[in-house]
């Protein structure tokens, strides 16, 4: 199972940009699957973005502001989140999935303010 650590999260203002990492333990060249999902209070976690090579996907809640790229060279995933909204306040998780199996990292809180 691959260990993912998320980082970049913090408050911002509406209007403002982030962009979140996922650091791999392992490659993420052989991974099937890569993406983000968010949980804000009281919903349950639901879908970003991801990339299933070659194809990225998007949620139309995001699509034209956010965009989720990857380093192989570095074992990392990004999530440049631009004209943040209030409603993008959640805590974002990465996930890879590799063989069938998925990881999760721990989370990290995006905190946007209007």
């Known amino acids: 199972q691959v260990q993912l650590v998320e980082s970049g999260g913090g408050l911002v203002q509406a209007g403002g940009s982030l962009r979140l990492s996922c650091a791999a333990s392992?490659?993420?060249?052989?991974?099937?699957?890569m993406g983000w999902y968010r949980q804000a209070p009281g919903k349950q976690r639901e879908f970003v973005a991801n990339?299933?090579?070659?194809?990225?996907n998007y949620d139309d809640s995001v699509r034209g502001r956010f965009t989720i790229s990857r380093d192989y060279a570095k074992n990392t995933m990004y999530l440049q989140m631009n004209s943040l909204k209030p409603e993008d306040t959640a805590v974002y998780y990465c996930?890879?999935?590799?063989?069938?199996?998925?990881?999760w990292g721990q989370g990290t809180q995006v905190t946007v303010s209007s």
């Open positions: 996930k890879v999935r590799n063989r069938g199996v998925d990881s």
């Open positions: 392992g490659s993420l060249f052989s991974a099937d699957a």
């Open positions: 990339i299933i090579r070659p194809i990225t």
